[in-house]
């Protein structure tokens, strides 16, 4: 089992930035990969992204180099800063650990970001 927890959500105008964290806690071991989806109120769930435990990481092709995916290991947390902020950003962001032979998953409970004017 694996525990996720995230923080940093909140409010922003256009053009701001967030920081958000995911803590993973529990039986992290074998090869994985944690990552940020988000979904927006009637949309489907989207890939943020990505960050493999080799160092990989991919991101959604609406990122367009404004956010950056990075991880500490020793914390087992991964990290989403968010720049540039769009109100099409605006979603429930949430933190995403899969084991990459897709026997395991687990989701945090969510955090939301609100972009507005």
């Known amino acids: 089992q694996v525990q996720l927890l995230e923080s940093g959500g909140g409010l922003v105008q256009p053009g701001g930035s967030l920081k958000l964290s995911c803590e993973a806690s529990g039986n992290i071991f074998g090869r994985h990969v944690m990552g940020w989806y988000r979904q927006a109120p009637g949309k489907e769930r989207e890939l943020v992204a990505a960050?493999?435990?080799?160092?990989?990481?991919t991101y959604g092709d609406f990122v367009r180099g404004r956010f950056t995916i990075s991880r500490v290991d020793a914390e087992n947390t991964i990290y989403l800063q968010m720049s540039s902020l769009e109100p099409e950003d605006t979603a429930v962001y949430y933190c995403?650990?899969?084991?990459?032979?897709?026997?395991?998953?687990?989701w945090g409970q969510g955090t939301q970001v609100t972009v507005f004017s």
């Open positions: 960050f493999f435990d080799s160092g990989v990481k």
């Open positions: 995403n650990f899969r084991t990459l032979d897709n026997r395991l998953e687990y």
